[in-house]
């Protein structure tokens, strides 16, 4: 038996119905908490961004704590402050996709695997007065599986290592995503990067000397992802990545 309700015009009317407020719903939703979300997002990076450098403190507020921080945008090349660009609306990230913001990595030199690498970097700086007191490079390569995102903190001389963190992965729990592990983080604090002006730091398989000024422990279980991870660090201190700059404060030229 059926009854009127049964129809087959009245099921798919209910369905469309259904449908639509959903939509309507979840759009209204989407919609709604964007402007909340770009709030978080811009908190969480201002989150890894102290943390790398070590200044993070989960009892403080996050937009307190970042007024220490000054943004600003450096010629990859020159190694040269950006000044006449929005250092706050940059997006670096999205200027690595844009060919007419970015250039491309021959082979040889792409040892972090990123292919396109933003002529203009977003750094930030930590002052006091006219003395820089930490120095907070963003940093991102291939590891294993996926692309790590993350920040790298120097000290005021541009060659000791503040601190070191990722903020993007998808590494596998407890293989290469223990780059996470605050016990790992912890041994970058004090290495040097250069050595008679040529990149030192690197990660040790088998694990580094305590003594080694140099040399971090590498991930157990996880080789790729540490070679991923040296990788990138050697890349982003290079030439090709923040070694002018680095230079350039060194020298007292900018
Ligand atoms: C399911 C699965 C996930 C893995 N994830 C990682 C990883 O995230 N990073 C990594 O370097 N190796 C990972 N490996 C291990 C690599 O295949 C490789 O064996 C390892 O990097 C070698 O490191 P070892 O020489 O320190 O043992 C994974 C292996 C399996 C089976």
């Not at 030199?109 to 120095?135: C, V």
């Not at 000397?209 to 991930?219: K, P, Q, T």
């Amino acid at each position: 038996m059926s009854s009127s309700n049964e129809s087959t015009q009245k099921t798919v009317t209910v369905a469309l119905v259904l449908c639509l407020v959903c939509s309507i719903i979840v759009s209204a939703a989407a919609v709604i908490l964007r402007p909340a979300q770009a709030v978080n997002e811009k908190a969480n990076m201002q989150m890894n961004i102290l943390a790398a450098a070590g200044l993070y403190d989960p009892n403080q507020s996050i937009a307190d704590q970042f007024q220490i921080v000054t943004t600003r945008l450096v010629n990859i090349e020159t190694g040269e402050f950006v000044e006449d660009m929005d250092a706050e609306r940059y997006n670096q990230r999205r200027a690595a996709k844009d060919p007419s913001m970015n250039r491309e990595l021959s082979g040889d030199e792409d040892i972090a695997s990123i292919k396109r690498q933003a002529k203009i970097a977003k750094i930030y700086l930590i002052e006091n007065g006219e003395q820089i007191e930490k120095i907070i490079l963003p940093i991102h390569g291939y590891g294993l599986w996926s692309t790590l995102y993350g920040f790298m903190a120097l000290e005021g001389d541009a060659n000791t290592v503040a601190g070191l963190g990722f903020y993007e992965h998808a590494e596998t729990p407890g293989l290469g995503g223990e780059v996470d592990n605050p016990n790992w983080k912890a041994q970058w604090t004090g290495k040097q990067v250069y050595k008679d002006d040529a990149v030192a730091l690197r990660l040790v398989k088998g694990g580094a000397s305590r003594s080694d000024m140099y040399g971090v422990d590498g991930l157990s279980g996880a080789t790729l992802t540490s070679r991923g991870v040296d990788n990138l660090l050697k890349f982003w201190m290079s030439d090709s990545g923040f070694k002018p700059f680095l230079d350039n404060l060194k020298q007292g030229r900018i």
